[in-house]
């Protein structure tokens, strides 16, 4: 069966997809753990799938559109939409969407030619964009004007939509708990995964593109830059980074584990360990725009991303709801890695100007943690030849690869942030808001792929805290640190026990739960749906009433009223706590915590009761959720106590009493 139906696959993903049958079939028959062969499986599917660089078409050779722009695309409305492509040095291009007036521009030396065309309200009506040189004209048809989305991060966001009917009793578990819970999905109406899958024979104007990963592209994709950004403008987290650099990056990674497992090099260590590289000329796609359809959001099993698999889940269903409920058309850009950490989406420029651990002016000192890609790969590969597209913003999936780092991930995600912003407002010659808006997830659990609960706890929790930019900043996002964010969590959508999993129960299966509350903050942060709830809720201060600890949210966030679904999740402190945020509870010093039992609580309260344990000393210290996989169908339920009325909960975090 799977020889007939791989004649039907395009060349280019047949090797790829008979790799990845063959490492599952390996596994299953001799008896080896996923886990065991997924490093082997995701050289594999690289080695058959990622072209190398004198495979692309060479620039310059023809007269053409970059690979991002095909038949069926969304472009960016309401700001100019920046098209590029390639062309013989010193050519004149004419560029004519639908029927506009022509925009005219030159290729550059690098064979590069950009245009702006004129802003466009959202419009479901297709037009045609061309272009025309030395008599030459090409073409793109079924155009579509709305909002354009990156979705980026590791295997939590290449998780496709069929991957959740890996196990399909599990599945219809959760579509059974969550079926009419209001902050689990659109209306407060659960689509399982084939529903979710199917919604798309009715959806035309959601248009998909992925981009094939890019582990070994050791150098950054060419692509004209052409507005600088200098330090000391007024947008956020710009002043991170250097100058505007040129267009061609000196950008190569190390090519042996030991370096990469080091502590990041400075410069002329790079030097040292590089091999010869040949710079590829564009992006590389794995599917082209394409109207969504059952077909190709419901393609086939994913963790990686851009090998051959379906659409990405939590970028799929996000879409679909901002398109029911904004009601523009809705361009989706998947761009991920499985594996990945956040260095490996950061330029190696950057890194090494603010990240290396001894280079002292850095700004974000540490080690760069080893995963399934390399430091600086995926950006040359799978985000630079996408800096020249007009976007409305981005959404983030990942973290995971980077477990047990806190403020460190702080840093390099901000410095990821602040370095895209930067690129895409160059790129696009201002035309890209370079505060555009970037919605990320809270990450959900670790212990079922890499032991006991009780040994990722400590681990999970602190790169959840980084996440949001710390509990200084409320544990939540948007805030004052990154206030053109929004976020949503996962850390409470534990997968049922004994599920059959897809390469490890780190993949949850409720991305409805994970996009909606996405979509819900993109509702009200960034299309201004102001009297929404989009957050669960926010701790505003926690007091003392006698013995007891009383913990009050903040105004709004609690929406209809506070909810418990259980007791659980509440410790307190009164000796040994730390400081009371998260760095310190890493370094063995906040030994004092103990479970507490809610009392009771009121519409924006939870007062809880301190254990005996702590014999009568005043309570210091209140952490909530520190588990690395609570969830609603063990038992007993270790479902998090507190959600709001419309369904949210509120997020990890660990406060003062008196000090909030």
């Known amino acids: 069966v799977f020889v007939f139906l791989l004649c039907f696959l395009p060349l280019n993903m047949r090797s790829c997809t008979a790799v990845l049958v063959a490492v599952l079939v390996t596994a299953v028959v001799t008896g080896t753990p996923a886990t065991d062969s997924l490093t082997d499986m995701y050289a594999k599917i690289e080695a058959a799938q990622d072209p190398a660089p004198a495979a692309l078409a060479p620039r310059g050779a023809q007269f053409r559109f970059a690979y991002i722009y095909s038949d069926g695309m969304v472009l960016q409305r309401d700001r100019p939409a920046s098209v590029w492509g390639w062309g013989p040095p010193n050519s004149t291009v004419s560029v004519v969407v639908g029927t506009d007036a022509p925009v005219t521009a030159v290729a550059n030396a690098d064979e590069q030619w950009r245009v702006s065309?004129?802003?466009?309200?959202?419009?479901?009506?297709?037009?045609?964009?061309?272009?025309?040189?030395?008599?030459?004209?090409?073409?793109?048809?079924?155009?579509?004007?709305?909002?354009?989305?990156?979705?980026?991060?590791?295997?939590?966001?290449?998780?496709?939509?069929?991957?959740?009917?890996?196990?399909?009793p599990k599945e219809d578990m959760i579509a059974k708990a969550y079926a009419t819970d209001p902050g689990a999905s659109i209306d407060g109406v659960y689509m399982n995964a084939t529903e979710g899958i199917n919604a798309a024979a009715n959806l035309p104007n959601i248009r998909?593109?992925?981009?094939?990963?890019?582990?070994?592209?050791?150098?950054?994709?060419?692509?004209?830059?052409?507005?600088?950004?200098?330090?000391?403008?007024?947008?956020?987290?710009?002043?991170?980074?250097?100058?505007?650099?040129?267009?061609?990056?000196?950008?190569?990674?190390p090519v042996s584990s030991a370096v990469q497992a080091r502590s990041l090099p400075l410069p002329d260590e790079w030097t040292t360990h590089t091999h010869a590289v040949t710079t590829a000329q564009d992006a590389n796609i794995?599917?082209?725009?394409?109207?969504?359809?059952?077909?190709?959001?419901?393609?086939?099993?994913?963790v990686m991303g851009g090998i051959g698999g379906g659409y990405s889940a939590t970028c799929w269903l996000y879409g679909m709801e901002l398109n029911k409920k904004v009601g523009v058309p809705i361009g989706l850009?998947?761009?991920?890695?499985?594996?990945?950490?956040?260095?490996?989406?950061?330029?190696?420029?950057?890194?090494?100007?603010?990240?290396?651990?001894?280079?002292?002016?850095?700004?974000?000192?540490?080690?760069?943690?080893?995963?399934?890609g390399l430091p600086s790969q995926q950006y040359n590969g799978q985000i630079r030849p996408l800096v020249n597209m007009t976007l409305k913003g981005a959404i983030w999936y990942q973290g995971e690869s980077n477990s047990g780092q806190n403020e460190l991930y702080s840093c390099r995600f901000e410095m990821m942030m602040a370095e895209w912003r930067k690129l895409w407002y160059e790129g696009t010659n201002g035309a890209t808001d370079p505060d555009f808006p970037i919605g990320f997830v809270q990450i959900g659990p670790l212990g079922q792929i890499r032991g006991p609960e009780s040994t990722e706890s400590e681990n999970t929790f602190a790169v959840r805290i980084g996440q949001t930019g710390g509990m200084e900043h409320g544990g939540t996002a948007p805030?004052?640190?990154?206030?053109?964010?929004?976020?949503?969590?996962?850390?409470?959508?534990?997968?049922?026990?004994?599920t059959t999993c897809f390469w490890g129960c780190v993949h949850i299966f409720n991305k409805q739960a994970v996009a909606h509350?996405?979509?819900?903050?993109?509702?009200?942060?960034?299309?201004?749906?102001?009297?929404?709830v989009y957050l669960g809720p926010v701790v505003d201060?926690?007091?003392?009433?006698?013995?007891?600890?009383?913990?009050?949210?903040?105004?709004?966030?609690?929406?209809?009223?506070l909810k418990l679904r259980s007791g659980y999740g509440f410790e307190v402190c009164a000796a040994n706590c730390g400081d009371g945020f998260a760095a310190n509870l890493l370094n063995g010093s906040a030994t004092?915590?103990?479970?507490?039992?809610?009392?009771?609580?009121?519409?924006?309260?939870?007062?809880?009761?301190?254990?005996?344990?702590?014999?009568?000393k005043p309570v210091l210290t209140v952490r909530y959720a520190f588990d690395d996989s609570p969830s609603l169908f063990f038992t007993p339920s270790t479902q998090p106590a507190v959600y709001n009325a419309e369904g949210l909960p509120a997020n990890p975090g660990v406060w003062n009493v008196s000090a909030v």
């Open 208 to 253: 998909l593109l992925t981009v094939g990963n890019r582990k070994t592209c050791a150098a950054p994709v060419a692509v004209p830059l052409h507005r600088a950004i200098h330090l000391g403008e007024s947008h956020s987290g710009l002043a991170l980074l250097t100058p505007s650099r040129s267009v061609q990056l000196a950008s190569v990674c």
């Open 479 to 498: 805030n004052t640190r990154w206030p053109h964010t929004f976020m949503s969590t996962g850390y409470d959508l534990m997968n049922p026990p004994n």
């Open 592 to 616: 004092g915590f103990a479970p507490a039992s809610v009392a009771s609580s009121t519409s924006n309260t939870v007062t809880i009761t301190p254990p005996t344990s702590l014999g009568g």
């Open 117 to 168: 065309l004129a802003p466009h309200a959202a419009s479901a009506s297709a037009t045609t964009l061309t272009a025309t040189s030395a008599g030459v004209t090409i073409s793109v048809t079924d155009i579509l004007f709305g909002d354009v989305w990156l979705c980026s991060g590791q295997s939590n966001m290449a998780f496709s939509m069929p991957t959740m009917n890996n196990d399909k």
């Open 517 to 532: 509350r996405l979509a819900l903050a993109a509702r009200h942060t960034v299309y201004n749906e102001t009297a929404l």
């Open 286 to 302: 794995a599917h082209k725009w394409a109207q969504a359809s059952p077909a190709n959001v419901g393609l086939g099993l994913d």
């Open 541 to 561: 201060s926690v007091s003392l009433a006698g013995a007891a600890v009383v913990i009050h949210y903040a105004g709004g966030t609690e929406g209809g009223g």
């Open 333 to 372: 850009i998947h761009s991920s890695y499985g594996g990945s950490a956040v260095e490996d989406w950061i330029s190696n420029e950057t890194l090494n100007a603010n990240g290396g651990a001894t280079n002292p002016a850095n700004l974000c000192p540490g080690p760069v943690r080893p995963s399934m």
